[in-house]
């Protein structure tokens, strides 16, 4: 399983920015769907976006259009840049991994590998 570690989080006023950085290591096969969930204290985790291994992305309905997923294979590196930010999108942040797609973006429950999260605040 892939070692995942997250970055960049931050407050920010509402309509700003953040990019999101999680480094990713250890040994572990091509087949995994790399992404970001979010969580906050008493609510459901949520599917933001996906990226697979050939570069493809998939985003959930909440987030398309404003949130883009991306990755650099040369630094090891997934990234989430979050635009337009809302004060409802102010919670924990998590980069997973996964092998399959839709369990990360619809449930993403017992998801193969967890970083340690980052918090994102939004303030009006």
């Known amino acids: 399983q892939p070692h995942l570690e997250e970055s960049g989080g931050g407050s920010v006023q509402v309509g700003g920015s953040l990019r999101l950085s999680c480094v990713v290591s250890?040994?572990?096969?091509?087949?995994?769907?790399m992404g970001w969930i979010r969580q906050g204290r008493g609510k459901a985790r949520e599917g933001l976006a996906a990226?697979?291994?050939?570069?493809?992305?998939s985003y959930a309905e909440s987030v398309k259009g404003r949130f883009t997923i991306s990755q650099d294979k040369f630094k090891n590196t997934l990234y989430l840049e979050m635009n337009n930010l809302r004060p409802e999108d102010s919670t924990m942040y998590y980069c997973?991994?996964?092998?399959?797609?839709?369990?990360?973006?619809?449930?993403?429950?017992?998801?193969?590998?967890w970083g340690r999260g980052t918090q994102v605040t939004v303030s009006s």
């Open positions: 990226i697979d291994p050939f570069g493809r992305t």
């Open positions: 997973v991994a996964d092998r399959q797609l839709r369990r990360l973006l619809e449930s993403p429950y017992g998801l193969d590998a």
């Open positions: 250890g040994n572990y096969d091509n087949d995994y769907y």
